[in-house]
């Protein structure tokens, strides 16, 4: 019985060697064939046709905004100017003008939480938008990684902005070669896609 055992544990080890040995060797041929891109995101936010569309209406809203804040001012300053003129019933005039500060006070506030909702609204779709194109890219084109870059605009950045960026990136060089943010943006750019996408709102 124990001669007949040998050599199928032979067998048994050789088996496991060869598998263990093909693993091996497939795992560093997947390292070597690693596929990685890297996509300047700021590049892709800047060049998107529906961020000019969102920038348009975030640019409607302030435009109203500044209509309405430049109608309550023209009141406070109608009332200030009954004041200093002594007009009949200046005490009920005063209450207006109290009242009209406290609202274009409150307004103010209103309308600055508006104006962030909706920008950080578009952007959140926009963004959305972006990192769908990305995966579709990598899934398509068979990447195991594309990383994120935030790009190198630093031309009109302030020192603490460009401070703040060399904290935030992550990616301190990446050759050309891994340049996808041109693919990218053919892919969000292409006329039928723009065409079925869902109104910016």
Known sequence: MRAHRLPALRVVVLLVGLVTGVSLA???HE???LKVGVVDLAAVFRKYDRTREA???IGALRDEID???KR???EIENLRKELAAGAPGWQLRREELKLKAKEFEVRRELYDERMKLATDRLRLQLLDEIESAIREFGEKNSFDLILKSEGRGWGSESHQEREQKAHWEAIAFHSSKLE???DVLAILNDPEVLKKR????
Do not use: F, W, Y
Not at 198 to 201: I, Q, R, S, T
């Open 67 to 69: 209509r309405e804040g």
């Open 180 to 182: 996808v943010t041109g």
């Open 55 to 57: 920038d348009a209406q």
């Open 26 to 28: 497939e795992s560093r």
């Open 72 to 74: 309550i001012a023209v």
């Open 198 to 201: 869902a109104p910016l709102k």
């Open 31 to 33: 390292a070597r064939q």
